[in-house]
């Protein structure tokens, strides 16, 4: 199983950009996908979850700007970020639960610039 995450880039603040996570590979059931990230100095954190019945949580900082969805038949994960900010600067690693195995991507650099 491979995850594959791309959408990164460089945006001014207020900005906007799309992440998306392909999985692929061998593939039972996707039972949980979710975009974390990891900024300069910082620990890892959950950005946006979503559960294979479609329950989400978003961390509070992110909360009415960002967007999880996913598209079962294609087995791809999407954040659209919205109003971005320079504190959302990190790399952002998508996640997957495959057949209760967990998998990460490579990760994809967002800067966001004041």
């Known amino acids: 199983v491979q995850l594959q995450a791309s959408g990164g880039g460089s945006v001014q603040a207020g900005g906007s950009l799309r992440l998306s996570c392909v999985v692929s590979g061998r593939i039972g059931s996707i039972n949980f996908m979710g975009w974390y990230r990891q900024a300069p100095g910082k620990q890892r954190e959950p950005v946006a979850l979503?559960?294979?019945?479609?329950?989400?949580t978003y961390a509070d900082s992110v909360k009415g700007r960002f967007t999880i969805s996913r598209d079962n038949a294609k087995n791809t994960l999407y954040l659209q970020m919205n109003s971005l900010e320079p504190e959302d600067t990190a790399v952002y690693y998508c996640n997957s639960l495959v057949d209760w195995t967990a998998y990460w991507g490579q990760g994809t650099q967002v800067t966001v610039s004041s």
């Open positions: 979503i559960t294979s019945s479609g329950v989400i």
